[in-house]
Every structure is written in C-alpha cells, then in structure tokens.
C-alpha cells in the first residue's frame, strides 16, 4: 500500500471487538493527544500529544539491556525492578526496542491513514452482522482532525461506517465538518460537568465551548440523531442533584435522545503511574445513585439511558 503524503498520528491502541463504543462490534482508534485534563481520565498516557515510555516494573526480568543502550543513563534497577530517571530520559526508545519482557515500551505507535484503515478492515465482516464499524477516540479526535477525517473517509470508501467520540472542546468548524462526513453514523459526545467551575477545576478548561459545539451540532437535522451523550459519574463532583438537573437540561435543550452513564473507576491511577505521573483517587456514585440519576433522565428528560459499569 502506498502511504506516501498521508496523514499521520500518534496511535495509542487499536481496540477490536468494542461493544462499548458505538453500536455493534467495532474497532476503536485511540488517538494520543488531548487538550483536557481531565483529572479522572481513564486514558491518561494519551493525553500528551507526543511520545512517552511506559514501565512496568512487575514484567522486569533483570536482564540489564536496556541499561546498556540507554545513553541518557538514566535507567536502574532496584528491589521493585526497572526505573526511570524521567528528568534525564530522552524518550529515545532504545531500552523498548530491545525489551522483550515488555517492561518498557512505548506509548503509541506513528500510524499512516492506510496503516491503521489495514487493521480495521479485518474485520469488516462483523461489522457488516453486527451493524458496526470503526470508532475514532482519543485523546480528543479534535486534536487530530486532518488524520480523523481523511481515515473516515478512507474506511467509508471500503463500506465501513464510522463513529467519532470527542469531548467537543475544539475548533467548531473542524468538529462540523468531521461529524458531516456521510461515513459517519454516530457521535458520542462526552459532557463531564455543567458548571463552569466545577469544570475548569478538574477539567482543566471552561465548559462554555464544548456546550456551543453539542448546541451547534443538535441544531443540525441530520447530525442531531446521531449523538448520544456520554456522562462520566464522580461522586462529589457531578452526581449532585443541582449538577444532574443542570445537564439535563442541557439534554432536553438540545432534543437529544441518547445518553451513557459512566460511573467512575480507578484503571487511570495504574496508567498513570506507569508513565511516571500521578491521578488523584475518586469514588463512584453508589449504585443507588446511579439507578436515580439513570430514571431522572428516562423518566424528567426522555432520554433512552444506558449505564456502562465502568468508565
């Protein structure tokens, strides 16, 4: 394949057989790269929009390689295994080439539109049974809008429909122009919290844009079908009744019909960890919460509400 002059990105992974992604069973692209900082992220080695090294001092097998060719001498071993001195290391990825216990690896992945459209073609024919396709996630798909576009366009050519899944924190225009695409069949559009306060604390941005684009994109008579909004729960933080009714009004405003709940869970605070950063620790709502949060847009809103047990 000729991949000469395509878009490329940082890919983080390529998730086959998702259900949780859009419907049917999908393949996600997880792009690296997001302008939020969100402080529950479940993906937090994707937020940097450029390489990093992962380590995983439990798959250490003491072998010394990557103290060898490290140039930046900035691994060592202890009783907990491999370490990393981040301040002198270069990111070279010399130790990952060579580490074959997968103790240090990289993040993501440099990937051609073609390189990745090649995996998410194999399994076109679940796709095709299931009412699939592709699913571009991130990191924020908006942070990559050339490459995102150019792969949905690449995979509707092959009949596979698509899927974008954003934070809606970016360019208005690009965010139009991706979800019009006529490969694109859905749109998860993540709300995290109502409050401007509430949002630039843990958050990292004003919440006022990313409520322009869901209001401009539910303006749209042909986009409008397409969204479900997609709820992260962190107690105490956006479970609170005055925090609910606030989104729901977003909803009902907007004519959405769709939405996800995604109570909280702690697989960040390990990836995190694991690229030398720390997340703080949340809760999710207990589930009796959950179940009255999940009525009240059912029942006050009339929106058909799934819960996904794990964000």
Known sequence: MNTEGEPSALVGSIQKFS??????????????????????????????????????PSNCIGCGHC????????????????????SRCTVCL??????????????????????????????????????????????????????????????????ISSCVDTSGFG????????????????????????????????????????????RLLSADEAILPKITVRMPLIAGVNDGEAAIRAAGDIVRECGIRRITLLPYHELGIAKARNIGSQQQEFTAPSDERVAEIKRYFEDDVGARTEVLGKL
């Open 94 to 159: 010399a130790c990952a080439d060579g580490c074959f216990a997968n103790a240090l690896r990289p993040v993501a992945r440099l990937m051609t539109v073609g390189e990745v459209l090649a995996e998410v073609e194999k399994d076109k024919g679940f796709y095709d049974n299931t009412g699939g396709g592709l699913t571009v996630s991130g990191g924020e798909v908006l942070a990559h809008a050339e490459f995102a576009g150019a792969l949905i366009d690449a995979a509707a050519a092959r009949g």
């Open 67 to 86: 103290v060898e060719v490290c140039s930046a001498h900035a691994i060592s071993f202890g009783d907990a295994g491999v370490s990393i001195d981040r």
């Open 171 to 214: 360019s208005s225009r690009a965010l139009l122009e991706l979800v019009s695409r006529p490969g694109v069949t859905d749109v998860l559009f993540d709300i995290k919290a109502v409050d401007d306060e509430v949002h630039r604390e843990f958050v990292g941005v004003s919440v006022e844009p990313i409520l322009a684009n869901v």
């Open 19 to 56: 259900t949780e992604d859009g419907p049917g069973i999908r393949t996600t692209v997880f792009l690296k790269g997001c302008p939020l900082k969100c402080a529950w992220c479940h993906n937090p080695e994707l937020i940097k929009n450029e390489q990093q090294l992962i380590v995983s």
